[in-house]
């Protein structure tokens, strides 16, 4: 099974601090994702990966910036951090030109608030 | 602009009646739809799928049904059991083959 892992489950940072999160998986996924969950607003994708130091804006990209060094890691940061982005935030990932390569997997979650 | 909509923000059903979650979507250019549940504190998980040439798929207690020409899907749990009590999500894809737009959710309560 595909595994992604996010390496901080629950952050609770200060506003103006810079945060990272990070997200690892380990199926040489080419496809690498950022989203974040808030009530009544569903899953809105912050910013996506392709390939190794590509990415790409998704919807909602202001606040934030992605780091993509290696293929299995991708990094969310938040240069400086402000209360409207206490939020869920889920990593997934996605391989190509395999059954099911429509399918996100996503990690755990990282339940960030910001003070 | 909301491509892709989840206009039941909560389903409560009977353990062993039917669940019907709907959606609806606007892009006539999305050409496959996925569903996936969530449970509390954990990431979404996917459920079924099915492509914009079918209009049914069938998994276990779960499937997926598609109007294209109501721009509607809706998924189906028979029997609902209480472990299906979670948040789901219709998800779509179009154009660009790397991303999903997701719906709202649904949550839905299915009681002993």
């Known amino acids: 099974d595909v595994k992604v892992t996010q390496s901080s489950r629950y952050l609770v940072k200060r506003t103006g601090e810079k945060v990272f999160l990070e997200c690892v998986q380990d199926?040489?996924?080419?496809?690498m994702f950022w989203y974040r969950q808030d009530p009544g607003l569903g899953l809105r994708l912050i910013y996506f990966?392709?390939?190794?130091?590509?990415?790409e804006k998704g919807d909602i990209p202001e606040g934030y910036s992605v780091s993509r060094e290696k293929k299995e890691r991708f990094s969310l940061i938040l240069e400086s951090a402000s209360t409207n982005q206490t939020s869920m935030y889920l990593c997934?990932?996605?391989?190509?030109?395999?059954?099911?390569?429509?399918?996100?997997?996503f990690g755990a979650g990282s339940r960030l608030t910001v003070l | 602009d909301q491509q892709v909509k989840q206009n039941s923000p909560s389903l409560s059903v009977q353990e062993g009646r039917i669940s019907i979650l709907n959606c609806d979507y606007t892009?006539?250019?999305?050409?496959?739809f996925l569903w996936y549940k969530k449970y509390p504190a954990e990431g979404p998980t996917f459920l079924i799928s099915?492509?914009?040439?079918?209009d049914k798929n069938e998994d276990g207690r779960f499937t997926v049904f598609l109007n294209k020409s109501a721009k509607h899907l809706s998924l189906h749990i028979v029997p609902s059991q209480p472990g299906d009590s979670a948040v789901y999500f219709c998800?779509?894809?179009?154009?660009?083959?790397?991303?999903?737009?997701f719906g709202k959710g649904t949550l839905l309560t299915v009681n002993p």
């Open positions: 199926m040489d996924h080419e496809n």
């Open positions: 892009n006539s250019m999305f050409d496959y």
């Open positions: 099915i492509s914009s040439i079918k």
């Open positions: 990966s392709y390939d190794v130091k590509m990415k």
């Open positions: 997934a990932s996605k391989g190509q030109g395999i059954p099911g390569a429509n399918v996100l997997t």
């Open positions: 998800a779509a894809r179009g154009g660009s083959n790397y991303k999903l737009t």
